[in-house]
């Protein structure tokens, strides 16, 4: 087996392809080990100690380090961690919570709203951001105010420039096709 590795804009994060599918569909983030307990493979990482995120993709695996390690230090013994859990041939999730937008029932002409900004999400903005080993998800939609609010997971969670891509990038194509948006706000 072999895994390739790709730097992430956030230093914090390196993805890690290994080749096969990880998730196939939807994303999963683990925020702490105690979150970490319902995958086998993400509780052997945060069993490394040094690992504070773990994601899961279609077909990468995102790992965040604390800031007090290097790289150079953690990232064999993360390549080591995923090769045996996928020559183990155990399952990568032993439960099926948390894995994508919020499920809300909205009604009217802001179930609407919230169907195209969802559906833009999924077509062009989870694509290119995926590609950098991350993901952004709907949280809420506000039709007083016009403000969505997404959360960002993977190595767009704490990345130094996830506000510019928030801001520029997604809140403006939001608002150009989904009138109604006024703004987006990121949520923890």
Avoid at 5 to 14: D, G
Wanted: proline fraction near 6%; hydrophobic fraction near 40%.
């Amino acid at each position: 087996m072999f895994i390739q590795t790709e730097p992430t804009p956030n230093p914090a994060v390196l993805k890690f392809l290994p080749g096969r599918d990880v998730l196939g569909e939807g994303a999963r983030e683990f925020r702490d080990a105690d979150e970490g307990a319902s995958s086998p493979l993400a509780k052997a990482l945060f069993d490394l100690g040094d690992v504070t995120r773990v994601f899961f993709g279609g077909d990468f695996i995102t790992v965040t380090k604390s800031e007090d390690i290097d790289w150079s230090h953690l990232k064999a013994p993360v390549l080591a961690a995923i090769m045996d859990h996928f020559t183990s041939g155990a399952p990568i999730l032993t439960d099926d919570d948390g894995a994508g937008h919020d499920t809300t029932v909205y009604e009217g002409d802001t179930a609407q709203v919230v169907a195209e900004i969802k559906d833009l999400l999924d077509s062009r903005i989870r694509p290119a951001v995926a590609q950098d080993g991350g993901d952004i998800v709907f949280s809420r939609f506000e039709p007083d105010t016009g403000v969505v609010y997404l959360h960002m997971r993977g190595a767009c969670s704490g990345c130094p420039s996830s506000s510019a891509t928030l801001k520029a990038g997604v809140e403006n194509m939001l608002k150009h096709y989904v009138p109604e948006v006024t703004r987006v706000e990121q949520t923890l």
